[in-house]
């Protein structure tokens, strides 16, 4: 019997495509997702594209008899509930607290009394902040100088693993991401628009939407080609890094405490370069203008996935190129991500429990008819 895994924040960008690989390598899969930023939509895609369907929860994580009759008879859980845009927690941090952190907090008390104890934890590279040397690959024994409130509930939930696996005995892994990017190959699943801050998908918009134009913030970084160099991992790899983490969890009767691993590719890549990439794959420079360095931003953010790689045998394979064409068949296959959430949203959910309807006909072009 496969194990039976909850997948927190199963309907979001990163969700969707993790609870997609999780039912094509067998497992069961119970997803628990408010559809705050998430999307119905990407579950029925999901269930759509593996012909296996996920049991799914419409509800918050902070709501304890949910999470205990979602929790019944799993065996570990992958916790990627969270809001995440680090502009919004610096002008809304009690909300991040709140989300981020107390709903962390009843999921791990909702774990303990279901007795599982066995998790996978989305962190960020949000917990580094700017560091002494900016240029190089930054290890997971960096300091923690997060510089967002977002960034805060990040180092936080992971310090509350650190004491659950002390206190508790628990096994689990906290995977710091760098900048997910692109798409499933089948063009289906991906980052929702209304969702995306992060350069691939604003670099798509600006080419896609007439009046929209891309600015490039800080060329003047001491930096090859003078913009800021970042570490971009495809969401296909990055999904790949959980079932990774997954398998030695599974495997490891005993506790493993709490490990941290970064997830990247430890490759830069300069805006100019994105934006090369940007142009390869749709073959239309993306109109873009140059504007001051944000406050905050720094010239270079690269992972050491070292770590990674030796202890759990992962390492990403696909380049920036197959991020950026994934991102672009997504993008142009669905203009407006999965269409709007409410109210027009067609096959509603049973509210708490409940397993998704069969899909209907996929819908064309993203939007919810
Ligand atoms: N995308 C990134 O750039 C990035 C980078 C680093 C870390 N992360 C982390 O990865 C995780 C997933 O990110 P994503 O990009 O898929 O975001 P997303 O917003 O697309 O997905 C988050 C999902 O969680 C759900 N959710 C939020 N709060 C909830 C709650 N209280 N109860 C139930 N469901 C809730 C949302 O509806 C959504 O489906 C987050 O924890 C985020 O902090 C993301």
Request: charged content about 20%.
């Amino acid at each position: 019997m496969s194990a039976k895994l909850l997948v927190t924040g199963g309907a979001g960008y990163i969700g969707a495509q993790l609870v997609h690989d999780l039912l094509v390598a067998g497992y069961q899969v119970v997803v628990v997702d408010d559809f705050s930023t998430g999307h119905p939509e990407a579950l029925y895609r999901v269930h759509a594209l593996t012909g296996r369907q996920s049991e799914v929860f419409r509800g918050d994580i902070s709501d304890g008899r949910l999470l205990s009759r979602a929790l019944a008879g799993v065996d570990a859980v992958l916790h990627l509930a969270a809001y995440k845009m680090v502009g919004e927690s610096m002008v809304e941090p009690e909300r991040y607290f709140r989300n981020n952190l107390g709903g962390m907090a009843q999921l791990l008390e909702s774990m303990h009394v279901a007795g599982v104890s066995r998790i996978v934890y989305s962190s960020s590279a949000a917990v580094y902040g700017s560091q002494a040397d900016p240029q190089r690959p930054i290890d997971e024994d960096a300091p923690l100088r997060p510089e967002n409130p977002y960034g805060f509930t990040k180092a936080q939930g992971e310090q509350m693993l650190e004491w659950m696996a002390w206190c508790r005995q628990w096994s689990a892994i906290s995977l710091r991401y760098f900048n997910p990017v692109g798409a499933h190959p089948s063009g289906r699943i991906g980052q929702p628009q209304d969702g995306a801050a992060s350069l691939v998908p604003r670099a798509l918009q600006a080419i896609l939407k007439e009046d929209a134009r891309l600015q490039v913030f800080g060329t003047d970084y001491a930096t090859p080609d003078g913009t800021g160099l970042r570490d971009y991992i495809h969401v296909v790899d990055l999904s790949r890094a959980h079932l990774a983490a997954l398998g030695a969890l599974l495997d490891t009767p005993v506790s493993r405490g709490h490990q941290i691993f970064n997830v990247g590719t430890g490759r830069p890549h300069s805006v100019r370069e994105v934006l090369a990439a940007c142009q390869r794959a749709t073959g239309i420079r993306v109109p873009c203008d140059e504007a001051p360095r944000r406050p905050g931003d720094v010239a270079c953010a690269v992972a050491d996935p070292t770590r990674l790689r030796r202890e759990l045998g992962f390492e990403a394979t696909l380049g920036l190129d197959a991020m950026v064409t994934s991102a672009w068949e997504w993008c142009r296959g669905n203009p407006t991500g999965y269409g709007p959430i409410e109210p027009r949203a067609p096959r509603p959910l049973p509210l708490g429990r409940g397993s998704l309807p069969p899909s209907a006909a996929p819908t064309t072009q993203g939007r919810i008819k």
